[in-house]
């Protein structure tokens, strides 16, 4: 199989629980028995998706069809994260009961706040990194020192942080599973008076007394974090994860609708929709505009995935190209704010960070 081969099976695998058409299309494929189950593994690994396939092959009864030695090693892992997953949502509720006790109310984000929504059939299915909840400006620093109060301390300790983010930097507390991240904003400065704080409060709904997103800036913000925030956008490439997060979403609410009420970023809204309804087989809740944009989007995607080395130049350029862009626009914060200038000091005088950060651009030693 070839990588582009593999990353379709898997996801239309996610789907085979809600759509027909895409169930006897993969039993089909089992059946003949050409899969490259270690390319399945490696890659569905990668896109953080091993457990959710896992849960779907086993509620479309497909388990049969796998090694045994594979679908052993896929319970394991699942029921690892299962238990994980569950010290996240007992996680929450004491945050969220700490929080509320202050007079602080947190809006819970991403795959946390989907765990508590019941999004998923089996809370298995989503790996989960960090818990991220957001909060009005006027109580982050408070939110802050409540915090640390508590017992939550820097994961990473660093001399220096990068100043003005718009999140804390991730803090966890001694024998908590989970770190956490305190937003003020929810993307970057330029979409920042966009899609915001004040943006999302006036639809949230609450369950057992956790403030969640509405269903439909879930979805919105399930594409914006890997889109706009990881630059997936520039790269033409798509998450699995939170392909598979939008894609239950859009069972919950139009997607098209959702992506329609924003302006600055319908662009890279409707292009991910378009790329997800490619990658999952035309499902219905994902239907998109069919605009130049996406369908020039949706062909420069399905380029990247030949994996070809005129992809991986390109791919090496564009990393260059945000490097670049990402050095410049901190020489101009350091013009402004002194904060920006001791950051950086301290940045270009820390060797490793330095070659961590930028040896891709640096000339390669031949000899």
Known sequence: MSYKETFYFIARCLTISLEKHNKLAIEKTLQA?????????????QQLVFPALYCNLKRAGFLRYLP??????MELVTGLNRQRNQHIITQVTALNTLLLKHGIRPIFLKGAANLITGLYTDIAERMIGDIDFILPKNQYKKAIALLREDGYTDVLKYHY??????????????????????HKELLIEK???????????????????????????????????????????????????????????SKKTNAQEATSKLNKLKKP??????????????????????????????????????????VKRKQLFVKKYLAIKLFFYTLYKCMIYREYTIWLFYKITDKNWYKEKFSFLMPKNNS
């Open 68 to 73: 045994q030695e594979l679908v052993n090693y």
């Open 269 to 310: 809204l409707q292009c991910f929709l378009a790329g997800c309804y490619e990658i999952f087989n035309s499902p219905d809740s994902l239907v998109y505009p069919k605009t130049k944009k996406t369908a020039a989007y949706v062909k420069r995607f399905k380029k990247q995935l030949t994996n070809t080395i005129q």
């Open 161 to 182: 942080h990068l100043p003005m983010q718009r999140h804390y930097r991730r803090i966890k507390k001694e024998n908590n599973i989970a770190a956490i991240e305190i």
């Open 191 to 249: 979409y920042t008076t966009e899609f915001n704080f004040d943006f999302v409060k006036k639809d949230t709904q609450t369950i057992n007394q956790v403030c969640l997103l509405s269903y439909a800036n879930k979805l919105n913000l399930s594409i914006i974090s890997k889109q706009i925030t990881d630059h997936q956008f520039y790269y033409k490439t798509i998450s699995l994860r939170n392909a598979y997060d939008v894609y239950l979403l």
């Open 33 to 45: 028995k050409t899969i490259d189950w270690d390319a399945v593994v490696k890659l569905s690994t």
